[in-house]
């Protein structure tokens, strides 16, 4: 739940904030943007339409992008892993390559679940007529019946762009918190004498979740030998709470600067396969489509890419790209940095009521040993 409920949660809260840039950017990225939006007019209008089916999808795609991801890091940068971790577990350009499988894993599995809803989302931004009042099950339906491989072509196009993005983007931003956290002097979290390891605001999930677990384990059984033993027996303290909010405040801005600094880079690069995933979603809903031959979604990426630039000139492929770098270095500094805090905030919320259980196990033997 540490993972889910926070990656939930950012996931929300940048969609809301940030939506208007990404529809700006959606519609300059159209093939016949001169079209739709004349001079201009009502470019800035509508700028949450699509907004509904993105929140529906994103949670929960957030929340299983965040499990893989989590996860993924902690299997591809364990010591036990066959053949290579001892490399993969140290800091370095293995465990960067690391990073990165762990991403494009996280990536694949969460836009099964976003591919329609952009579909839905990017048709409403642009508002195609056929569709733009419509819900967005009648968009899909009217969309399958349409080109049956349309939803397909969508998680491919939209894979292929998330998957550069983010084995670009999380190295990048690994990286970066690591540099930035030590700079800053961020503290380690406080754990008792008899914790057998201790957690760093660097390391995995996983890494983390045993160190706690290994201290709320310590800390129960030094209560459980003091009831054994006598009030004299010696028991581990409870975990340490000083700092938390300082410790909070750190943890998100570093967080929060380095996922802006990562995200922004990875958006300046893989502008190009973003051009080519709108005009695929975006293609049957032109004025072009009825009339020629041309589509998209039935050429190989780089051969859109080369047409786009050929036709329209090399600077389309970066079409929207200043408002996309904006946007991501803006939504991936709340995104992960409230991710970060809010995933902190909950472990601490289970240290605190851990160090409670034990707090109150201790005063029950004072009483019975008193009595």
Not at 33 to 40: Q, T
Not at 52 to 62: C, N
Request: with cysteine; charged share 20%; net charge positive.
């Amino acid at each position: 739940m540490d993972t889910i409920v926070p990656g939930a949660l950012a996931a929300f809260t940048v969609d809301t904030l940030v939506y208007p840039l990404d529809t700006i950017k959606t519609r300059v990225q159209a093939t016949d943007y001169a079209e739709r939006f004349p001079g201009r007019k009502g470019l800035y209008t509508g700028l949450w339409n699509g907004l509904g089916p993105v929140i529906l999808v994103t949670l929960p795609s957030a929340a299983l992008f965040f499990t893989c991801y989590e996860g993924g890091k902690a299997a591809f940068t364990s010591p036990s892993l066959p053949l290579v971790g001892h490399l993969t577990s140290q800091p370095g350009n293995a465990q960067a390559v690391a990073h990165s499988l762990a991403g494009a894993l996280a990536e694949l599995a969460s836009c099964a679940l976003l591919a329609p809803a952009e579909l839905v989302k990017q048709r409403r931004q642009v508002a195609v007529a056929s569709t733009s009042n419509a819900s967005p099950v009648k968009v899909v339906a009217q969309t399958l019946r349409e080109q049956s491989r349309t939803l397909w072509k969508s998680y491919l196009a939209l894979a292929g762009r998330n998957l550069p993005f983010t084995a670009l983007q999380f190295p990048l931003y690994e990286h970066t918190r690591h540099r930035l956290a030590t700079a800053v002097g961020l503290p380690e979290r406080g754990s008792g004498p008899g914790a057998r390891a201790k957690a760093k605001p660097t390391d995995g999930i996983a890494s983390r979740s045993r160190a706690i677990d290994a201290e709320t384990e310590a800390a129960r059984a030094a209560a459980l030998r003091k009831m054994r033993l006598g009030p004299n027996a010696s028991a581990a303290d409870a975990p340490s709470h000083e700092g938390v909010a300082h410790y909070y405040l750190k943890a998100g801005l570093v967080s929060g600067s380095s996922a802006a600094l990562a995200g922004s880079i990875a958006a300046l690069v893989t502008t190009p396969l973003d051009v080519a995933k709108t005009r695929i979603m975006l293609h049957s809903t032109t004025k072009a489509a009825s009339t020629s031959d041309y589509n998209p979604s039935t050429q190989g990426v780089l051969k859109l890419l080369a047409r786009i630039a050929r036709e329209e000139g090399p600077k389309a492929l970066f079409r929207g790209g200043a408002l996309r770098c904006a946007w991501t270095a803006l939504g991936a500094g709340i995104y992960l940095g409230s991710y970060e805090t809010g995933r902190e905030w909950w472990r601490e919320s289970g240290r605190q009521q851990a160090a409670a259980v034990v707090h109150e196990v201790e005063e029950t033997v004072e009483t019975l040993t008193q009595s």
